[in-house]
């Protein structure tokens, strides 16, 4: 099974301005080429190569295989949607493959930027170190709050599947984000108390609207996601744990296309389309295939009243 680390860099300050450089000029290239895509509406990466590798590549100074990647990253983009033109943050990721990117050992990894390669410091964590000497394909170097990471793809080895005794089946909502038949709840009491002190203060900074109330807003952004996802992660590994303790088998509602299916007051919609019942199922997913459990999805019509029973 394939998952994504993110590991994060330690540049210094030369190397930050190297590294930004050639994120601009990247994703500068990644716009030029989105317009000729466009013009010609073709998505085809030999095609579009034809038109744009030797003006990407003199104009943007980029190197041959870094041209190819901004190449094929913005044809993923378009072939997405080809009635929009698709544009790129001059922050926007950069794809490193094998030719440039590689791995000086587990702490050390060798990056091509516009001013040649440079060897940029990683931080290494108990969670990372098994993993990365299983590093596939290639990476994304991203700039998130001042911060750069590579998402790597390793290859995770899974565990034989358990010969299941049993079923643990898990009613997910909004109120209680999963109950399952054991009678173990996980409210959703904490994401929205988070939920709604943040939507407060955000109404407080905007209609304040100084410089400082602009960068405290900034600060804020982001903030309720990284800790919704913080605890689908608990919950999804609680239930796993569980399912392999028990030998059983983890049961979850098949829940695609529940938005479009629901009707709710107007109050009620900030926190229905916030619900975030699919991350929850991918981590149940990825954390079960390591540990062996086997999933299965069910309908989900009159799960809500069986439980209790």
């Known amino acids: 099974m394939m998952q994504t680390l993110k590991v994060k860099l330690e540049p210094t300050p030369e190397q930050v301005q190297a590294i930004r450089e050639t994120m601009h000029q990247f994703n500068a290239a990644c716009n030029f080429v989105a317009d000729k895509a466009f013009e010609l509406h073709t998505a085809n990466k030999i095609e579009l190569q034809k038109v744009v590798y030797y003006p990407i590549r003199e104009q943007f100074n980029l190197s041959a295989q870094m041209a190819v990647r901004a190449i094929s990253k913005t044809c993923e983009a378009y072939k ?3 009635s929009i033109k698709p544009t790129f943050d001059p922050d926007g990721s950069v794809v490193y493959d094998q030719r440039l990117m590689s791995w000086k050992g587990l702490d050390l990894v060798s990056l091509l930027t516009l001013e040649g390669r440079i060897k940029v410091p990683v931080v290494i964590c108990e969670y990372h170190e098994p993993r990365l000497n299983r ?8 700039f998130e709050r001042g911060e750069f990471y590579l998402c790597v793809v390793v290859e995770v080895a899974e565990s034989p599947k358990i010969e299941p ?35 407060n203060l955000k109404a ?25 996802r913080d605890v689908n992660h608990c919950i999804s590994k609680k239930l796993v744990a569980k399912a392999k303790d028990t030998s059983s088998v983890i049961a979850l509602e098949d829940l695609q296309g529940i938005r479009e299916r629901m009707t709710v007051s107007k109050a009620q919609r900030r926190k229905q389309h916030s619900w975030g019942f699919y991350q929850l199922r991918q981590f149940v997913e990825y954390k079960a295939a390591i540990a062996g459990v086997p999933v299965v999805y069910i309908d989900p019509a009159y799960t809500s009243q069986e439980c209790p029973v």
Do not use: M, P
């Open 80 to 82: 997405r949607d080809k």
């Open 135 to 142: 590093i596939r394909g290639q990476a994304d170097l991203i």
């Open 165 to 199: 005794i049993g079923v643990i089946g898990v009613d997910l909502g909004i109120k209680n984000i999963a109950v399952d038949s054991t009678g173990e709840e996980f409210s959703g009491d904490g994401i929205e108390n988070v939920r709604s002190k943040i939507d």
């Open 204 to 228: 407080d900074l905007q209609s304040c609207g100084t410089d400082s109330a602009k960068r405290h807003l900034k600060k804020l952004s982001g903030r309720e996601a990284r800790f919704r």
